[in-house]
C-alpha cells in the first residue's frame, strides 16, 4: 500500500522537546520530508532528509531516519508556542519521482 | 514576491452548479499539482502536470478535471460538483519536475450542498 502513518494528535509542555513520528511504505524513496501547515495556510516545507542519510540537524529541528523499520522522526527542541501547527510526514518514491506521498498529519498542541 | 495564488478561497455552491478554482504560479515551475485535505487522511493528490499540455491523473481524479494550456495556470474544474467534494484545496508548484520542494497556495475551502 501507500500509507505514509502518523498519529493524529500530540501535546506538549511549552519548553519541552516534540517528536512526531512517521512510518513510510516505499524502502526505495530518495527524499522524505516533513512539511508544517500552519492555521488558514498552505503546507511549507520545514526540512527534509536525502535516504542515504541516518540523521539531519536545522538549529532546533531533529530528523531521524530509521531506514529498516522505515521510520522517520521529527524532534523540535524548547517548543514553543509558534510550533503549534499541523506537521506532515511526506515520502517521495522512487520509482515514480513526481509522486509525493503525505501522511494524514499531527496536530502539535502546546501546553503552557 | 514568489507565490501560488488560488481563488476562491471559500466558496459554497450547490450540486451539479460547474465550478472552477483557479491556481496560478509565478515562479515559472514546470510541476504543478492539486490536492484535496480532508480531516485524518491527509493530503491526496487529485492531478499533477509535468508541463504546458501535459497533465496526469493522481490518487483521486475522479469528479475532477484539469488544464494546462499555459507553464503559470493549472486551474481544476468541477464539471458537476457532489457534496463528497466539499474539502479544502491546495495547489502547489514545484521546480524540477516535482523533485524538489512543494509550493502551496493558501488553499481553497469548498462546500457543496
Known amino acids: 500500500g501507500e500509507d505514509v502513518e502518523q498519529s493524529l494528535f500530540l501535546s506538549v509542555r511549552e519548553g519541552d522537546s516534540s517528536v512526531i513520528n512517521c512510518t513510510y511504505t516505499?524502502?526505495?524513496?530518495?527524499?522524505l520530508y516533513w512539511y508544517k501547515q500552519e492555521p488558514g495556510a498552505g503546507l511549507q516545507l520545514l526540512t527534509y532528509i536525502f535516504s542515504n542519510m541516518d540523521m539531519k540537524q536545522d538549529q532546533r529541528l531533529t530528523v531521524l531516519l530509521n531506514k529498516k523499520d522505515k521510520h522517520l522522526s521529527l524532534r523540535i527542541a524548547d517548543t514553543q508556542t509558534g510550533d503549534s501547527a499541523i506537521y506532515f510526514c511526506a515520502e517521495r518514491w522512487h520509482s515514480s519521482a513526481s509522486k509525493i506521498i503525505f501522511g494524514s498529519g499531527t496536530r502539535l498542541s502546546i501546553r503552557p | 514576491e514568489a507565490q501560488v495564488t488560488q481563488n476562491p478561497r471559500y466558496l459554497i455552491t450547490v450540486t451539479g452548479k460547474k465550478l472552477t478554482v483557479t491556481c496560478s504560479q509565478n515562479?515559472?515551475?514546470?510541476?504543478m499539482s492539486w490536492y484535496r485535505q480532508d480531516p485524518g487522511l491527509g493530503l491526496r493528490q487529485i492531478y499533477y502536470?509535468?508541463?504546458?499540455?501535459?497533465?496526469d491523473k493522481g490518487d483521486v481524479p475522479e469528479g475532477y478535471k484539469v488544464s494546462r494550456k499555459e507553464k503559470r495556470n493549472f486551474p481544476l474544474i468541477l464539471e458537476s460538483p457532489s457534496p463528497n467534494q466539499t474539502s479544502l484545496y491546495f495547489c502547489?508548484?514545484?521546480?524540477?519536475?516535482?523533485?524538489?520542494?512543494?509550493?502551496f497556495g493558501e488553499g481553497s475551502r469548498l462546500t457543496v450542498l
Open positions: 502536470s509535468m508541463n504546458v499540455e501535459a497533465t
Open positions: 502547489a508548484s514545484s521546480p524540477d519536475r516535482g523533485r524538489g520542494e512543494l509550493f
Open positions: 516505499d524502502s526505495s524513496s530518495t527524499y
Open positions: 515562479m515559472n515551475h514546470e510541476y
